[in-house]
């Protein structure tokens, strides 16, 4: 079992804005940042830290975070946004072992 | 730019050990730690454990405790994940992540390594 829950599955209409969250006691304390991945490829970091982009991923891409939720947000969903969306962040132990959520299976109609 | 480029695909047998090695090149080796993480079939992701290539510290995570080794070979700017007493759901396939300054995300990863166990 995983301490990061995610919603398994979510769909959004092309352009349309649609949000991922991950919850976990751990998130109250760390960030969690997302990692988008396509099938047969491995993850590529989106969202790190309080709200920060890596360099080449679109500004559609946001994070935010209110308590033990973190949040993904695509703002005008696109084609090539359909994907699996994972949260990682520390576990909630304190002994600074890392944790993923479950993932989210984003679907563009 | 910086890269991580994994050994290839492996087939084990049950009891066996799997060693799968990540090359770095592009950034200095020992001013990041290494990740690995592994996704088994049609499964999520699954953190293993962490190693600073600066000292060599390393952070397991606790189901793998007692069966992974994570090394690095700071002349070769390489990171290795040892795994022994392979069982059929080890078949996965492995990731080494750089994780970032902060060491609050990864973001770099390699290729992918499968690794089979099958009789």
């Known amino acids: 079992s995983s301490e990061l829950t995610q919603d398994p599955a979510v769909s959004v209409a092309l352009g349309q804005t649609v949000r991922i969250t991950c919850q976990g006691d751990?998130?109250?304390?760390?960030?969690a940042s997302w990692y988008q991945q396509k099938p047969g490829q491995a993850p590529v970091l989106v969202i790190y830290?309080?709200?920060n982009r890596p360099s080449g991923i679109p500004d559609r891409f946001s994070g935010s975070s209110s308590g033990n939720t973190a949040s993904l947000t695509i703002t005008g969903a696109q084609a090539e946004d359909e994907a699996d969306y994972y949260c990682?962040?520390?576990?909630?132990?304190?002994?600074?072992?890392?944790?993923f959520g479950g993932g989210t299976k984003l679907t563009v109609l | 730019q910086v890269q991580l480029v994994q050994s290839g695909a492996e087939v084990k047998k049950p009891g066996a050990s799997v060693k799968v090695s990540c090359k770095a090149s592009?950034?200095?080796?020992?001013?990041?730690?290494i990740s690995w993480v592994r996704q088994a079939p049609g499964q999520g992701l699954e953190w293993m454990g962490w190693?600073?290539?600066?000292?060599?510290?390393?952070n397991y995570a606790q189901k793998l405790q007692g069966r992974v080794t994570m090394t690095t070979d700071t002349s070769t700017s390489t990171a290795y994940m040892e795994l022994r007493s392979l069982r059929s759901d080890d078949t996965a396939v492995y990731y080494c992540?750089?994780?970032?300054?902060?060491?609050?995300?990864?973001?770099?990863w390699g290729q992918g390594t499968l690794v089979t166990v099958s009789s």
């Open positions: 992540a750089r994780e970032d300054s902060s060491g609050e995300s990864f973001d770099y």
């Open positions: 592009g950034y200095t080796f020992t001013s990041y730690g």
């Open positions: 190693i600073s290539a600066y000292n060599g510290n390393t």
């Open positions: 751990s998130l109250r304390s760390y960030y």
């Open positions: 830290g309080k709200n």
């Open positions: 990682n962040s520390r576990d909630s132990s304190g002994n600074h072992r890392r944790v």
